[in-house]
Structures are given as C-alpha cells and as structure tokens.
C-alpha cells in the first residue's frame, strides 16, 4: 500500500511541475526505446516473459525513461550541477524504483515477480 501511494504521490508531483513548466516536452526518442528494450530483455531472461507480457513490460520501462527525460530537461532548465542533480535524483530513484516494482507486479505473475524481486536484491 505505502508502494501504490508513494508511485501516486509521485505521478501527481510530476504531473504538477510538468504543468507548471508548459514548455518541457518529452518525446520517445532511440535512447529511450534502447534503454527500455534492454530492461525488458532483462526481465525477459530472468522469469521469461509470455508475448503478451512483453510489450507491457517494455511499456512500464518507457514510462520510466519519459519520466526521466522529463526530470533532465528541468534540470537542465535550472542549471543544476551534476552534485546537485546527484542530490536530486537520490530519493526520486527510490519512488522510481517502487514504480517500476509496482508495474511490474501487475503484469508479471506472482511466481515471475517473487523471481524477479529475488534476482534484483
């Protein structure tokens, strides 16, 4: 539960600052589509994934990837240094991490995620 609420928590901030910054974009780009197809092919190995999940799957990793194209570009638009983006992104990885987890729950079985969550301790 304290998973599901710091994922939401974390969309509804995302989704304010995004609104309060109009002019930050993010668009699928092949950095992104790369790095969401290599999670996936992880995932993959690890508790082989049926077609159906597959795809979702490497959506859950998209969803990730314009999440943090998003938080780049904002820092960029601040200027942070990399010890103050460094700082930033700490605790964000944290809630990240718990929403990439919580996708994951829901679309893999409960035989894959246990699997998944012990090769990824």
Same mark, same amino acid.
């Given at each position: 539960?304290?998973?599901?609420?710091?994922?939401?928590?974390?969309?509804?901030? /995302?989704?304010?600052?995004?609104?309060?910054?109009?002019?930050?974009?993010?668009?699928?780009?092949?950095?992104?589509?790369?790095?969401?197809?290599?999670? /996936?092919?992880?995932?993959?190995?690890?508790?082989?994934?049926?077609?159906?999940?597959?795809?979702?799957?490497?959506?859950?990793?998209?969803?990730?990837?314009?999440?943090?194209?998003?938080?780049? *570009?904002?820092?960029?638009?601040?200027?942070?240094?990399?010890?103050?983006?460094?700082?930033?992104?700490?605790?964000?990885?944290?809630?990240?991490?718990?929403?990439?987890?919580?996708?994951?729950? *829901?679309?893999?079985?409960?035989?894959?995620?246990?699997?998944?969550?012990?090769?990824?301790?």
């Amino acid at each position: 539960m304290q998973r599901l609420f710091a994922s939401l928590l974390f969309c509804a901030a /995302t989704a304010m600052a995004s609104a309060q910054q109009p002019d930050i974009q993010v668009t699928d780009n092949d950095a992104m589509r790369a790095s969401a197809s290599k999670h /996936t092919a992880l995932v993959d190995k690890t508790v082989t994934l049926n077609a159906e999940q597959r795809p979702q799957v490497n959506e859950a990793y998209m969803e990730l990837e314009r999440k943090l194209d998003g938080m780049n *570009q904002r820092f960029d638009r601040a200027k942070m240094t990399k010890e103050e983006r460094e700082a930033e992104m700490r605790p964000q990885w944290v809630t990240l991490d718990q929403m990439v987890d919580h996708r994951l729950s *829901q679309i893999l079985t409960p035989e894959q995620h246990a699997k998944w969550a012990e090769a990824n301790k």
